[in-house]
């Protein structure tokens, strides 16, 4: 085994890593706010971690290419994707993304 | 076959989210739902390079286009009318 294998075997064993513990994150957290933040990582860091180990096996070639492509529309992706989910969570929470000109969402003052 | 290695390990490290999208409630669900589309991302790519088919990286990268696009249209239908 060669030292770019064993760099690669190094990257994905972490991208595996990122995958399994955020998974076990999404799992244990009570709301999906709290779950959202566990996405991040599989979504931008471990496929990062992925392109680099293809990189380093493959070296430049057609394969690191397409890696680095979908990687691009991962990370363009991600963060319009979490901000839409927050916003649709709280709307169906609340009615409204806006807070109240008293400060409190729409539901918090039906509540009250 | 690392690459695949680390394919099948992730598949199996996506159950934790998948029991959340089977069970949870509708926008855990949905957050579930983005996280597991995320990593499949991954693993069409691994195992693209894995069984060393340039061709299927293609899928790879139409998965994370689509990604963007049905998950946007998705959480806006859950927002206004589901």
């Known amino acids: 085994m060669i030292a770019r294998d064993i760099v690669a075997d190094v990257l994905l064993g972490l991208a595996v890593l990122i995958v399994i513990t955020s998974s076990v994150g999404v799992l244990v957290m009570r709301d999906p706010y709290q779950k959202l933040h566990f996405v991040t990582p599989a979504a931008l860091v471990a496929p990062f971690l992925v392109a680099l180990a293809v990189l380093v096996q493959m070296g430049l070639y057609e394969n690191t290419g397409e890696t680095c492509v979908a990687l691009v529309f991962m990370g363009v992706a991600g963060p319009f994707l979490s901000h839409a989910t927050v916003r649709a969570i709280r709307v169906r929470q609340t009615g409204d993304w806006r807070l109240g000109q008293d400060g409190r969402a729409v539901a918090e003052r039906e509540d009250a | ?72 249209v998705f959480v806006r239908a859950l927002e206004r009318w589901l």
């Open chain 2, 1 to 72: 076959m690392a690459f695949v290695a680390a394919a099948i390990a992730m598949l199996v490290g996506i159950i934790p989210a998948g029991i959340v999208l089977c069970r949870a409630s509708l926008m855990a669900a949905v957050v579930a739902y983005e996280f597991i589309t995320s990593v499949m991302v991954m693993v069409l790519a691994l195992l693209a390079q894995g069984f060393q088919r340039s061709g299927l990286f293609e899928l790879a990268v139409l998965l994370a286009v689509l990604m963007f696009g049905s998950g946007l």
